[in-house]
Nanobody, 116 residues
Framework: QVQLVESGGGLVQPGGSLRLSCVTS????????MGWYRQAPGKQRELVAT???????YYKDSVKGRFTISRPSALNTVYLQMNNLKPEDTAVYYC??????????WGKGTLVTVSS
């Protein structure tokens, strides 16, 4: 059974930094892409950043220049370095892996709270 587990969330002051990690267990294949999504209270889940197994990245406009997604080659592990955090970044952050068969695998999320 494939499981994705996120970690690294917490409470941080505006302007601070956090590094989220997502580790996969139970997989015998390499995800074609992995990404981070977030869902704020009362809002829909939204895409934050993605990275393919070839290293191509995509970022939501509001996080460009502040967040960096990375994925060690050949591993189903992905990180999200978040700098200069803002209150509007507060959300539950979810990791997702996409298989070559276009199946989505989700983690259970980690809460990020940006507040003074």
């Amino acid at each position: 059974q494939v499981q994705l587990v996120e970690s690294g969330g917490g409470l941080v002051q505006p302007g601070g930094s956090l590094r989220l990690s997502c580790v996969t267990s139970g997989s015998i294949f390499s995800f074609t892409s992995m990404g981070w999504y977030r869902q704020a209270p009362g809002k829909q889940r939204e895409l934050v950043a993605t990275v393919t197994r070839f290293g191509s990245t995509y970022y939501k406009d509001s996080v460009k220049g502040r967040f960096t997604i990375s994925r060690p080659s050949a591993l189903n592990t992905v990180y999200l370095q978040m700098n200069n955090l803002k209150p509007e970044d507060t959300a539950v952050y979810y990791c997702k892996g996409v298989s070559s068969g276009a199946m989505d695998y989700w983690g259970k999320g980690t809460l990020v709270t940006v507040s003074s």
